[in-house]
């Protein structure tokens, strides 16, 4: 008795959805993502959708399912539009600019701190307090982004250090006399 569950993953034009067993590829306009996928969810593309199937109701199975849709969901998305994550740094002297495809960061070290992109991700520096990492692969965006924001997360103080830009950051009241 299969499920299907979630709504299947609709495939752009342009677009190829190749399954093996254990595996997805997913080829598009931007580039060509693989993802490993477990052997008990059943993958297969019908009409211009990708279709996603578990072999039961057990919770560990309507997990998974749900896992794997939204990996084969993101790798369309990631080869016809791409992902991309903002940074802003906020202090005094605090700036980013690029060296070549590398970034380079001014974060009140006595040293500036220098971020190699992997391959797949490109950063770009709109202005010296803002960066954008670009790239197909939605973990790999969200992982060099937060490696980013590791060297100088926000401080609750000042607000000083690089934060998302989508994020708050509670302020404290400091000492008073």
Do not use: C, W
């Amino acid at each position: 008795m299969s499920r299907i569950g979630r709504k299947p993953v609709p495939v752009p034009e342009g677009v190829e959805v190749e399954v093996k067993p254990g595996s997805v590829t997913v080829k598009g306009p931007k580039g060509e993502l693989t993802q490993i996928i477990s052997t008990a969810m059943k993958v297969e593309v019908r009409d211009g959708e990708v279709v996603v199937e578990r072999p039961t109701d057990r919770g560990d199975h309507r997990a998974l399912h749900g896992l794997t849709r939204s990996l084969i969901a993101n790798m369309v998305q990631g080869v016809t539009e791409g992902f991309e994550r903002k940074l802003e740094i906020q202090g005094v002297g605090y700036r980013a600019q690029l060296k070549g495809k590398s970034l380079e960061l001014a974060l009140g070290f006595s040293h500036p701190v220098s971020v190699e992109a992997p391959d797949g991700i490109e950063f770009e520096v709109p202005e010296p307090t803002e960066v954008i990492v670009k790239g197909i692969d939605k973990q790999l965006v969200g992982e060099i982004a937060a490696r980013i924001r590791r060297h100088r997360p926000p401080e609750p103080y000042k607000g000083k250090g690089i934060r998302y830009d989508d994020e708050h950051v509670t302020r404290k009241v400091g000492k008073r006399a």
